[in-house]
């Protein structure tokens, strides 16, 4: 099951026209070094984040394959640019 956040940000110019960025985020591999603290490097080889919990939970931040924490995991972004006219409404 693939865990899905949108992210709205409102971005404003000298200009006349206002954009919204619509991006998808999602988690990709986890990045965590295991062995760091015997000055080694070793990861677990989680590919993806999957939420333990109900979205909004603290669980939510936590991977049911690793353990980690989200912030582990490799965050990656798409980006759509979308005019304030924009029908942005199902969002």
């Known amino acids: 099951m693939k865990k899905r956040q949108v992210v709205v940000k409102k971005i404003s110019s000298n200009r006349t026209s206002r954009q919204s960025m619509i991006g998808t985020v999602r988690y990709g591999a986890c990045q965590r070094n295991h062995a760091a603290n015997i ?3 070793a990861v677990d080889g989680c590919r993806e ?3 333990s919990g ?3 939970t ?3 931040t936590t991977c049911a394959a ?3 924490h989200r912030s582990f995991h490799r965050r990656e972004v798409d980006d759509q640019a979308l005019s304030e ?3 942005t409404s199902s969002v």
């Open 85 to 87: 006219g924009s029908a």
């Open 58 to 60: 603290l669980a939510a």
């Open 66 to 68: 690793c353990g980690c």
């Open 54 to 56: 109900e979205e909004g």
């Open 49 to 51: 984040f999957m939420a």
């Open 39 to 41: 000055g080694g490097y």
